[in-house]
């Protein structure tokens, strides 16, 4: 990705989504330059995530709690927690599938995002809503669907690049909580990669300490993305 061949565009300052008393800011590559999908890997590479149709990385004046991680696949080996997850959902079936929009797709995110997300902004999510957020013309997506025999118990929404998989998002069934359906995707991702032979599992951005964000340093070894560019996190 050549920055005298892709413009670059900053939000405005909006509410942080994650610490409400905090204001962020966010590069955008334009969303209308061509061959997005090609630059996507490099994008990847330079720590920035994809939501809907836009490959954006927070860029905020006053804070840098957002760390761009990813998962070395060849050298990963579940810890015993993660070995127990995979035991616990040994019953359930992991397919690839087409990306995009059916009711039963839709009606789980649902669920899920009025148990996570109530009052967020996110809960009543339309059909228009989650083929918005979750999917784009020009993106390698798939969706692994985790069935309990005919059952949609979760999705992990997963883009396939050149240099890796990228984790995009994934909605599960919140009645569902004591399999560890969030962890068991990951770990499916991270076995999708070996098969594929494809190096890394980009997991978004890490934030030390969050309650909701912290849980990524679990997946080692992990690399994190500062100013001088990867490096492996220390134990």
């Given at each position: 990705?050549?920055?005298?061949?892709?413009?670059?565009?900053?939000?405005?300052?909006?509410?942080?989504g994650?610490?409400?008393?905090?204001?962020?800011?966010?590069?955008?590559?334009?969303?209308?330059?061509?061959?997005?999908?090609?630059?996507?890997?490099?994008?990847?590479?330079r720590?920035?995530?994809?939501?809907?149709?836009?490959?954006?990385?927070?860029?905020?004046a006053?804070?840098?709690?957002?760390?761009?991680?990813?998962?070395d696949?060849?050298?990963?080996?579940?810890?015993?927690?993660?070995?127990?997850?995979?035991k616990?959902?040994?019953?359930?079936?992991?397919?690839?599938?087409?990306?995009?929009?059916?009711?039963?797709?839709h009606?789980?995110?649902?669920?899920?995002?009025?148990?996570?997300?109530?009052?967020?902004?996110?809960?009543?999510?339309?059909?228009?809503?989650?083929?918005?957020?979750?999917?784009?013309?020009?993106?390698?997506?798939l969706f692994?669907e985790?069935?309990?025999?005919s059952?949609?118990?979760?999705?992990?929404?997963?883009?396939?690049?050149?240099?890796?998989?990228?984790?995009?998002y994934?909605?599960?069934?919140?009645?569902?909580?004591?399999?560890?359906?969030?962890t068991?995707?990951?770990?499916?991702?991270l076995?999708?990669?070996a098969?594929?032979?494809?190096?890394?599992v980009?997991?978004?951005?890490?934030?030390?300490?969050h309650?909701?964000?912290?849980?990524?340093?679990?997946?080692?070894?992990?690399?994190?993305?500062?100013?001088?560019?990867?490096?492996?996190?220390?134990?």
């Open positions: 990705m050549r920055s005298d061949r892709v413009r670059l565009f900053q939000t405005l300052p909006h509410t942080c994650y610490y409400a008393a905090r204001t962020a800011q966010n590069l955008v590559i334009d969303p209308a330059a061509p061959q997005l999908d090609k630059l996507y890997g490099s994008a990847l590479e720590g920035f995530r994809r939501a809907g149709g836009h490959l954006y990385l927070p860029h905020c006053q804070c840098r709690a957002c760390t761009p991680c990813r998962v696949v060849a050298a990963f080996k579940p810890d015993r927690s993660q070995r127990r997850c995979l616990r959902n040994a019953d359930l079936q992991v397919l690839e599938t087409s990306p995009g929009y059916t009711a039963e797709r009606a789980l995110y649902q669920a899920y995002l009025r148990q996570r997300h109530a009052d967020g902004g996110m809960d009543e999510a339309d059909a228009a809503d989650f083929q918005r957020f979750l999917t784009a013309p020009w993106s390698p997506t692994l985790l069935r309990l025999a059952r949609l118990l979760g999705v992990a929404v997963t883009d396939v690049c050149l240099n890796g998989l990228s984790a995009v994934t909605f599960f069934d919140p009645s569902e909580q004591a399999r560890g359906l969030g068991f995707a990951i770990l499916q991702q076995q999708l990669a098969r594929r032979g494809l190096p890394w980009y997991l978004g951005f890490w934030i030390e300490g309650p909701k964000m912290d849980y990524k340093r679990r997946f080692r070894p992990l690399q994190i993305r500062g100013a001088e560019g990867w490096r492996y996190m220390a134990d």
